[in-house]
């Protein structure tokens, strides 16, 4: 059976493999990648996560291999990720309470809604890849909640890799504004893994310290007492299945985030990894 897979990535920095390792897994089964990002820009690889040579600080070797940092850099640079679609033109905005006529606004956000719910229903899964990019464009953007809420709310399978898992962490319905992953077991870029010093961005000079927040942190308070967060710091792979959530801690979980994915998809998968 064919598939179709919704892929977000930030206009401000993807890691490459984060990208790479689900995307051969799609590729491999023949899955139809549709690609999309904020505002429609062309997304681009962080130069770090195509550089062989390049040490991660925080683990003190290089997390790229030689042959994934020459596949990341043919596709950063073929014309696959050329056309994404743009969220900000699909996607609806919810109004301010402030805003001129905010009752009917509101009424026409709403059905807005509605016929994303039915756009969303032509694929099979959505999933955020990971990188520093998606701490500006992602994380917070009220319009990638709503695409996430659409595939939960249909129980389709909701995926993110590292710092993508912060978008699950504040999807949440506006009455009850509960995260989505509460009562779930979920994993992401764990406390050790975060860089002290050189959190970059792609299209901006600026460079920072440690990331503006700790992933973990958030985690552990979104999953709730009956939910768990999962850094399986010490092991060479975390990636947790607790349906319809597909998570990947990092960089080294990639490829097994893609298999993980597909057999969510093809076998029934609904619980791996803890």
Known sequence: MSRKILVILSEHGYWG?????????????????????????????????????????????????PEVAKLTRELDESDRLDAPLDISAWVPERPYVSDDDYLRALEAYNRQLDELSEA???????????GSGPIVDLANNERVHALILAFFKAGKPVAAECYGVACLAFARDWEDRRSIIWGKHVTGHCKEYDYKDGTGFLGT??????????????????TGPEGRYHGNFGRETSVIVDYPFITGRSTPDSFL??????????????RFGW
């Open 17 to 65: 493999e984060e990208l790479l390792g689900p995307l051969t897994h799609f590729d491999q089964r023949g899955y139809e990648v549709i690609f999309a990002t904020p505002t429609g820009g062309r997304p681009h690889a962080l130069p770090p996560s195509m550089d062989a040579d390049y040490v991660d600080p925080p683990l003190g070797r290089s997390v790229t291999t």
């Open 120 to 130: 969303v229903a032509v694929y099979d899964t959505i999933l955020i890849v990971g």
């Open 205 to 222: 000079d600026f460079v920072m310290g440690p990331p503006p927040y700790p992933l973990e942190y958030i985690l552990r308070d979104a």
């Open 257 to 270: 985030t893609g298999q993980k994915i597909v057999e969510t998809l093809e076998n029934g998968l609904r």
